[in-house]
């Protein structure tokens, strides 16, 4: 069956920097784009990142555009999420989530996420 | 502010038929396929429907999805407390190369 297990959140301080991971199991994870979505603490659903099944393409949420940066290794099944100069506003619990049959489509499964605190 | 529209809440009692909407725009509902995710309290979101009204297996056929044009919805029929959870419309849009969540409904179940 699909899982998808994020790591590396934590409490960090404003301005600094946090690398979050995703495991993927039980499909072929070359073969599909995978996202970043958060959720902020009593807030909606907000998409933050995708990266095409090789890597080559990637697409940000304005917010996050010039300081996160989405990445993957195959031959790890892993997927990444790199994020500098953290400010309050990207507080959140963030999910990985597999792509769902292609580009322009939405996710499917979800991890349980990890959750981001940006505070001094 | 989302770009994709919902009520922010939505109730009925046990056995009735809810409807929640999700408006958009020609860029996203309008040329894409939509999805439904289902967030019961202190869970993750849970794939309920996409290509606007396919149920992925282990989804029971209470659900139901519809679009047209630039707005779609999702129905609830026969509802029943486990119902009582969030709801995330979410489309591609092509304008912002991005993919969008609605602001999500809260059902309520009296």
């Known amino acids: 069956q699909v899982q998808l297990v994020e790591s590396g959140g934590g409490v960090v301080q404003p301005g600094r920097s946090l690398r979050l991971s995703c495991a993927a199991s039980?499909?072929?994870?070359?073969?599909?784009?995978m996202h970043w979505v958060r959720q902020a603490p009593g807030k909606g659903l907000e998409w933050v990142a995708v990266?095409?099944?090789?890597?080559?393409?990637?697409y940000y949420t304005a917010s996050v555009k010039g300081r996160f940066t989405i990445s993957r290794d195959n031959s790890k099944n892993t997927l990444y999420l790199q994020m500098n100069s953290l400010s309050a506003e990207d507080t959140a619990v963030y999910h990985c989530?597999?792509?769902?049959?292609?580009?322009?489509?939405?996710?499917?499964?979800w991890g349980q996420g990890t959750l981001v605190t940006v505070s001094s | 502010q989302s770009v994709l529209t919902q009520p922010p809440s939505a109730s009925g009692t046990p056995g009735q038929r809810v409807t929640i909407s999700c408006s958009g725009s020609?860029?996203?509902?309008?040329?894409?396929?939509v999805y439904w995710y289902q967030q019961l309290p202190g869970t993750a979101p849970k794939f309920l429907l996409y290509?606007?009204?396919q149920r992925p297996s282990g989804v029971p056929d209470r659900f139901s999805g519809s679009k047209s044009g630039t707005s779609a919805s999702l129905a609830i029929s026969g509802l029943r407390s486990e119902d009582e959870a969030d709801y995330y419309c979410?489309?591609?849009?092509?304008?912002?190369?991005?993919?969008?969540f609605g602001g999500g409904t809260k059902v309520t179940v009296l």
């Open positions: 989530a597999k792509g769902h049959s292609g580009w322009r489509n939405g996710v499917d499964y």
């Open positions: 039980g499909f072929p994870f070359s073969g599909y784009g």
């Open positions: 990266i095409s099944y090789d890597g080559d393409t990637k």
């Open positions: 020609s860029s996203n509902i309008g040329s894409n396929y």
């Open positions: 290509r606007n009204n």
């Open positions: 979410a489309a591609w849009d092509d304008s912002l190369s991005g993919l969008l």
